[in-house]
């Protein structure tokens, strides 16, 4: 993992190629229209999809945890090459006071990061070798 300082990161977001998700079950799925009544159930996911040429990034965000914890769980993939194994990748959750969490992705670009909700949240994903990905979270605290 690349070993950089809360401000490097925020440097780094800045001049992300920052994505909103092509596909949100919240809006998407047939229940849309009980997506009041369900993120008030005391458990609940959300599937996000981004997409930032080449690459796909599907997250999917797990409420309800006991201690109020959001768990995300992520997989970042090559579009034009699914069969190539992605490294060196950096996973970085942003708000605005600075670095909340991080972690990296497996060799299968898969991700997890558990944290407590806040407002404007960025997850910010940086490939080695392409411009960093920011994808802005959704309003996490209602």
């Known amino acids: ?10 440097a780094l977001a800045r001049e992300a190629q920052v994505t909103r998700p092509v ?4 809006y ?4 849309a229209s009980l997506r009041a009544a369900v993120r008030s159930s005391p458990q609940f996911s959300r599937q996000l999809v981004h997409e ?3 690459f796909v990034i599907d997250i999917r965000l797990d409420y309800g ?8 769980i992520g997989q970042v993939l090559n579009a034009q090459k699914p069969e190539n194994m992605i490294r060196g990748v950096d ?3 942003l708000s605005e006071d600075g670095l909340v969490k991080r972690t990296h992705a497996n060799n299968s670009g898969e991700f997890v990061l558990e944290f407590n909700p806040e407002p404007s949240l960025q997850l910010l994903i940086n490939i ?12 996490l605290m209602s």
């Open 1 to 10: 993992m690349t070993d950089l300082s809360s401000s490097d990161w925020i």
């Open 23 to 26: 596909f949100d079950s919240l």
């Open 28 to 31: 998407e799925s047939p229940g």
């Open 52 to 54: 930032a040429e080449p």
């Open 65 to 72: 945890s006991s201690l109020g914890e959001i768990r995300l």
């Open 91 to 93: 996973i970085i959750l």
């Open 128 to 139: 080695r070798g392409f411009r960093a990905i920011g994808l802005v979270l959704p309003d």
